[in-house]
């Protein structure tokens, strides 16, 4: 068994920008965990699933206007909504491979101009992820990638603006994984970089809060 019956599960983010590959790549982490025996669930923000994430939703395809602050506040609430049921999955021994966080939420909001540091206030006190696995690719070849759906933010001159953003949030913690690479390679590497986080959390390490 490969589980110890005390032991949590691991909180591991992919971040990265539009068409990165971040969504078929949480589904091979996925795939993989659950074949060696782990519980494992994906989850994505925003889930838009509930009543906030209705709003969000709405706002993303152009069919509702939002001040630049509140849409900031309720991505961060739908972040909110999810965090006791977060910690009683990974306290429980579930993994959790989550497609966007926080990190997500202040690089879009901070490349719309709002302030850094204003952007990070309502994160303060979500569970801090244990690996935080950053899709790099540069914004022209996303773009390439084809497949932008029209979303409000699903465009080349913003998403550079996210892309500078996201380098200014990043600290030496995160893994940054060359999202251009083979699909199969870009696995390669993120599967190594789990597997590592998921033994030290089964090992103890003790889950924190953001912002640290
Ligand atoms: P998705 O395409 O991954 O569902 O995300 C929808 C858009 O919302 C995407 O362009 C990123 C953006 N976003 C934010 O602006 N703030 C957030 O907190 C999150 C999670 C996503």
């Not at 029209?150 to 913003?158: A, I, K, T």
Request: hydrophobic content about 35%; overall charge neutral; glycine content about 8%.
């Amino acid at each position: 068994n490969n589980r110890k019956s005390n032991s949590r599960g691991a909180l591991i983010v992919l971040e990265g920008l539009d068409r990165s590959g971040k969504t078929s790549q949480s589904s091979r982490l996925h795939s993989y965990l659950e074949g060696l025996g782990y519980l494992v669930e994906s989850w994505h923000f925003p889930d838009r699933n509930t009543g906030v994430g209705h709003m969000i939703s709405s706002y993303l395809a152009n069919k509702s206007q939002l001040d630049d602050h509140a849409i900031h506040l309720l991505f961060s609430a739908n972040r909110w909504e999810k965090r006791s049921l977060m910690e009683t999955k990974l306290r429980s021994g579930t993994t959790l491979i989550v497609d966007r966080y926080s990190f997500s939420g202040v690089a879009f909001s901070s490349a719309k101009g709002l302030d850094i540091e204003w952007c990070k206030a309502p994160e303060v006190g979500l569970l801090a992820p244990d690996l935080v696995l950053y899709l790099d690719l540069p914004p022209e070849k996303a773009a390439e990638r084809g497949g932008y759906g029209g979303e409000r933010y699903e465009q080349l001159e913003f998403q550079k603006k996210v892309a500078h953003s996201y380098q200014l949030l990043h600290d030496p913690s995160w893994k940054i994984v060359d999202a251009g690479l083979p699909v199969e390679e870009v696995e390669k590497q993120l599967t190594e970089m789990v597997m590592d986080c998921v033994t030290t959390c089964r090992n103890g390490k003790a889950l924190s809060q953001l912002w640290s």
